[in-house]
């Protein structure tokens, strides 16, 4: 058993258990006796409750890296400490060392309490903690009365350490950071009596915080905390400014980095689908080929499984199937450019080979609260990208398009000139795209609406748009076409919020995209499960290229629990046929992570097939079937439990002729809807391919339509397969893989 010593030296500042000490409390996490001291001791609690206490490993809370020794780790939204009964005086100084790893947004306007002394009867607290960027503030609070002491001085870094030191003398606060006295402040309100109760010292998180329930709270940190001292009033002594330059130029980026590792046996979280590392993703954006790499970022949160601090993550790969993470590559920060969030965006690789990040800039204090930034890498030669500067080039949403509705930029380049379309709507017309243009891809002006979509007419197409994409369009042999793609996801208004697409010309001359038919088709009929397109040209095979995010399907509670929200979906290829219809399935690529051919049969036989099929168990399969499009429902049932109660059933249903999916459970916890893929009245035959990802499932038919869901079955035997066809049929042919996981690493 991991053991790691807590020590506690406890002054007449506190009286714990009613018996007073004679020194200072100090916590410092090191050593080897604290597991199993903190096992046994009621009085001090630590929650990591984004998983149950039996499973917890230390090394995903204690960390080597420390001021001395070890260190213990922040999650940002499930691990903090409690002391009771505690007692705290009227004069203190209080010093800890912290090294955050991301800052929170303050949510509610709430302090991300570091260290936080309540009352649990009353609401009264005594708080030192962050607000937005890391800005140091102290904070006193009784019941709806609160005062604040904080100033423009007093921001942390991050990333390293940071050594914090506080000393209150009646109304009097002094506060310094590392080796500057940052600010020396009083306090108007005078809460006498606050001193003289039994407090709880929380550590990590606010007493009054904000969240979805009891347990998913917000305003906490995120990082390591070390040697925390809290002493009588006494003036702290000199740092000693070597050991501050040492432990400030420390690196801690394995340290500080999300544990992937944490979750690999977390029963739903994805194998072969790219996920976060840990924590809030949602849509997959900016695919970019530079120097040899494909690099994909994704909309993150570094501090919880729930949106909010949006964040660019950053994934690495030789093939856009095995990733890599690498370190974040935009995050808020205070300015102008981006403090509220870096939104979705696309990216290019413009004039003189320059790769460019190109996103949405969130500023929540501005009248118009969104627009659109470049990024640029500050080291090209670096084949990873890791690290990436905001320029302060701004593109403002035009007049005529809806207030605070103007992000997702996605950029094309149509000979010489780029251009740049930009998700948003127009008040009464629908959903629709500004189109800017540029001779340098950095100096942008606006033209005109790309399109305008009929909101009476298609009233499911929405008042807004949101992540526009603009893709060319080849032949499946790879031969050029004058068609284009653009795929759009609707909101707001009577939207259905699914990715629809048009296929159609670019008007060079008039500028604008003119389609084929004004109707627009869907793309995945998952209700919900294929959104957040973005895409490009591979420039090393010419292949068009989307990405999509498939969106989770669990409440806030089961999220927290699992402790990651939502995942890519597979990266799938765009062609036309000869009737210039779109056609897409997942790239070549993904072949790479099948393992061993389970089944492999051809004009196969009912009985025999479910024989076979009997021995072969599993939540990470690719199947491929091949089927007659005839009078009798054929198909597949798969993570089946031995009693049959419960199943995912995937079929061709001769009645509708649409391929279904369907889910059934004994004494089911929700409804399931059965999602249908319409497959034509002229199909003789159906190539249906199967990705079954844990809980992921994508269902591709003819390389036509396609479904994409969830299944979050409890059952630990829901792992069976079984064919759904009438005795007397055969089926025409079944292969069934078995699927590898993505082998995942941070570079290095």
């Not at 109707?519 to 068009?544: A, C, H, I, N, Q």
């Not at 419960?646 to 999602?675: C, G, H, M, W």
Request: hydrophobic share 35%; with cysteine; aromatic share 14%.
């Amino acid at each position: 058993m991991f053991r790691s010593a807590f020590l506690f030296c406890i002054s007449s500042l506190f009286t714990v258990y009613g018996k007073s000490q004679e020194t200072q409390l100090a916590l410092s996490f090191d050593g080897s006796e604290w597991w199993e001291e903190f096992q046994e001791d009621h009085q001090v609690q630590l929650f990591n409750s984004s998983y149950s206490m039996h499973e917890v490993k230390p090394q995903y809370l204690w960390k080597e890296q420390g001021v001395k020794n070890g260190s213990l780790l922040f999650d940002g939204y499930s691990t903090y400490l409690e002391i009771k009964e505690v007692e705290l005086k009227n004069d203190f100084a209080i010093s800890f060392w912290i090294a955050p790893r991301a800052f929170d947004s303050a949510i509610g306007n709430k302090l991300s309490s570091i260290l936080d002394f309540y009352s649990q009867g009353d609401t009264s607290a005594f708080r030192i903690g962050m607000l937005k960027h890391g800005q140091l503030a102290v904070e006193i609070q009784q019941g709806a009365t609160s005062e604040r002491i904080t100033n423009e001085n007093s921001f942390l870094d991050k990333n390293s350490w940071n050594y914090v030191s506080l000393i209150k003398n009646g109304h009097e606060v002094k506060l310094r950071i590392n080796d500057k006295a940052i600010l020396e402040e009083s306090f108007k309100i005078n809460f006498q009596d606050f001193y003289k109760k039994k407090l709880t010292l929380r550590i990590g998180r606010n007493s009054d915080a904000g969240g979805f329930s009891e347990k998913f709270k917000f305003n906490m940190i995120s990082g390591l905390l070390d040697e925390v001292e809290i002493s009588s009033l006494a003036e702290p002594d000199n740092i000693d400014r070597s050991k501050l330059t040492r432990l400030r130029n420390t690196d801690l980026e394995k340290a500080l980095r999300l544990d992937y590792s944490k979750y690999s046996g977390e029963r739903f979280k994805p194998a072969y689908h790219a996920t976060a590392p840990a924590h809030w993703m949602n849509e997959p954006h900016a695919p970019m080929y530079y120097n040899g790499k494909y690099h994909l970022f994704y909309q993150h949160n570094p501090f919880g499984p729930y949106w909010g601090q949006i964040h660019w993550g950053h994934w690495v790969s030789d093939d856009m199937i095995n990733w890599k993470h690498t370190k974040i590559a935009l995050a808020p920060e205070k300015g102008l450019i981006a403090p509220d969030g870096i939104w979705s965006g696309s990216a290019y690789v413009g004039p003189n080979n320059t790769p460019m990040l190109f996103y949405t800039a969130g500023n929540l204090s501005k009248d118009q609260n969104q627009y659109t930034s470049i990024a640029i890498p500050l080291d090209t030669t670096d084949k990873n990208l890791q690290a990436w500067e905001k320029t302060n080039i701004i593109v403002d949403k035009p007049d005529e398009y809806k207030k605070n509705e103007f992000r997702d930029p996605f950029v094309f380049q149509i000979e010489d000139k780029y251009y740049m379309i930009v998700g948003s709507g127009i008040e009464g017309k629908g959903g629709s795209a500004p189109l800017f243009e540029s001779e340098d891809a950095i100096n942008w002006s606006y033209v005109k609406p790309f399109y305008i979509s009929d909101i009476e007419k298609y009233p499911f197409l929405g008042g807004v748009w949101e992540l526009p994409i603009f893709l060319p369009l080849s032949r499946e042999d790879g031969s050029k076409t004058e068609k284009y793609a653009l795929l759009v996801l609707p909101l707001r208004n009577e939207a259905d919020v699914e990715v629809f697409y048009w296929i159609g010309e670019f008007d060079q001359d008039k500028k604008q995209f003119v389609p084929d038919d004004p109707e627009p088709k869907l793309m995945d009929y998952g209700d919900f499960g294929f959104t957040g397109p973005s895409g490009f040209v591979d420039p090393k095979t010419g292949r068009t290229i989307v990405f999509s995010i498939a969106q989770g399907k669990y409440g806030n509670l089961d999220t927290y629990n699992m402790g990651w929200a939502h995942n890519a979906g597979l990266p799938i290829e765009l062609w036309l046929n000869d009737s210039n219809e779109l056609r897409f399935a997942p790239i070549e690529e993904i072949k790479s992570l099948r393992g061993e051919e389970l089944v492999s049969c051809d004009d196969c036989s009912i009985e025999t097939l479910n024989a076979e099929l009997i021995k072969v168990k599993g939540d990470q399969f690719e199947i491929e079937m091949n089927l007659e499009a005839s009078d009798s429902k054929q198909g597949i049932e798969v993570r089946r439990t031995s009693d049959g109660y419960t199943k995912a059933l995937i079929y061709y249903d001769p009645d509708t002729k649409s391929v279904v999916f369907d889910k059934k459970q004994e004494n089911p916890e929700r409804a399931f809807k059965a999602l249908k893929a319409p497959v034509g009245d002229d199909i003789s035959e159906l190539n249906i391919r199967v990705f079954l990802d844990r809980s992921m499932v994508e269902i591709y038919i003819n390389d036509k339509v396609s479904i994409t869901d969830r299944i979050y079955f409890q059952k630990e035997d829901a792992e069976g397969l079984k064919i759904i066809s009438p005795d007397n049929k055969k089926i025409k042919s079944l292969s069934i893989w078995q699927m590898n996981a993505i082998d995942w690493k941070y570079v290095e």
